[in-house]
Every structure is written in C-alpha cells, then in structure tokens.
C-alpha cells in the first residue's frame, strides 16, 4: 500500500498553520507524508484525513514532544520503518512567546532553545544518514528576528539566530550529499495569542508591499528549495515583503 519509490518528507508541527500549508504542498505535488504533532491531536487527524481523501495511506501522523530528547531518534525510525526512507526533513515546530529581560527563568529558556533549536539539531543528526542515502535535503524554519531580534523576546530571537548558524554549519558538514537551507519568514500568520489591530497595522506599515503574507508563500518556497534548487545550500531565504529594508 505504501509507495517505496515516491519522496518522503517529514514536517515537525505539520498539524496546523505554516506546517499545514507546508504539508498540502508538498501532497499535491506527490509527496509521501509524515506529520508531527504535540497537542494539535484533532487538527492533525482532519488534515491526514483530507490528504487521505486525495491519496489514500500516503500521511503518516506521530504524536511526540520534542523536548524529549528520547523522541527524536524514535521519530526517524519510526519513519524508515514506515515508507522506508527519508527524502525531506522539514523543521517547523516552534515555541513563541515573549521573554523579557528580567523576567526570563530557566524553564523559559529551557522551553523556547529546546523547541527552537535543540530539537532541530537532533533531528538532522538522527535523520543524516537516511538523507545521506537518499541525496535529501533539510529545510529550517527560522526567523527575520534571526537577523534582527524582536523587543522581548530576547530567548526566542537567539534561539532563531541559532538556527540561522545551524543551518550554514549542517550546509558545510553534509556536503555534497544533503543541502541544507532555512526559511526566514516576516509577518505571515499572527500569533494566536494575536496583537490588536493597531500593532498589527503598525507591522504592515513597517513591511515595504505594505501586507502581510500567507502561509502559502512559505510552502511554495519549501517545495523551490526541494525541487527547483539543486545548486542551492547554506542559504537563508527571507520571505518578509521586504520588512528588514525597513529596519
């Protein structure tokens, strides 16, 4: 029932939102799917059973909390033992929310690097040898507050800025066989703990095609960094209307 021979990619946090629009993309181009979640239990179920309808056993879902180290090594094997093979990873799953200085405990630290950037890590360690052997690639989501840190969110802004690094360094070790390269997205989806209006007209003012963006934009340029670019490795592709120009 599992197709051996079509590409395999794996979204952490593919339930819902970015990772949702990430993983309707890459299925309509015939992509073999396995969806990671934490809480998002029904939202996961109803897109697996909406890509099923499509094309039938072609999403596999796993359930794991990715501050557990144990798990992240279970995840790849569970997926090899699954389809067989790894093609895609897709690190998506994150942890926002502001971290003032002077407000920040070790737990808010701990939460926000382990989600951000320790799990990444592992995970693209677990998985290298499987891309190794399938000539795959890595795919980071980051953060324009990589580059440039967002007020009070000092943790969450250094945990993106490691991913930024993460990647260059993982592009330079897994050559030639694996490219690496991250999204760095601007104002596309609000938070759901979502600012008012006026902060949100205050971000698209700041944005140079004065809008913000749509989930869809960030899965259009995961499956160009998949399929469309060969000879591109160790990049960060910002995808913010143009809002650094304004920073």
């Not at 009070?152 to 260059?168: D, E």
């Not at 971000?203 to 399929?227: C, M, N, P, T, Y």
Request: glycine residues 6%; aromatic residues 6%; neutral net charge.
């Amino acid at each position: 029932m599992k197709n051996k021979h079509s590409k395999v990619a794996l979204i952490t946090g593919g339930s819902r939102r970015i990772g949702a629009a990430i993983a309707r993309q890459l299925h309509v181009m015939g992509m073999q799917l396995v969806i990671h979640y934490r809480h998002s239990e029904t939202a996961a179920h109803a897109l697996q059973a909406e890509l099923h309808s499509q094309r039938s056993h072609s999403v596999l879902l796993l359930q794991a909390d990715l501050r557990h180290f144990s798990k992240l090594t279970y995840i790849i094997q569970q997926v090899i033992e699954y389809y067989g093979r790894l093609d895609v990873l897709i690190n998506n799953a994150s942890s926002f929310y502001p971290s003032p200085i002077g407000q920040v405990q070790e737990n808010d630290w701990e939460e926000l690097l382990d989600t951000n950037l320790k799990a990444p890590f592992f995970l693209c360690q677990a998985a290298a040898p499987h891309l190794i052997e399938t000539q795959g690639c890595i795919i980071n989501l980051a953060d324009i507050y990589g580059e440039r840190p967002l007020k009070s969110y000092a943790v969450y802004s250094i945990a993106k800025a490691g991913i930024v690094m993460l990647t260059k360094s993982l592009a330079r070790e897994l050559a030639p066989q694996v490219r690496v390269n991250a999204i760095a997205p601007g104002a596309i989806l609000w938070p759901e703990h979502t600012q008012d209006e006026v902060t949100k007209q205050r971000v698209i003012s700041q944005v140079a095609l004065k809008r913000s963006g749509e989930a869809e934009d960030i899965a259009k340029a995961v499956w160009f960094l998949i399929q469309e670019a060969p000879y591109v490795t160790g990049q960060i592709l910002t995808i913010d209307g143009g809002r650094l120009l304004n920073n």
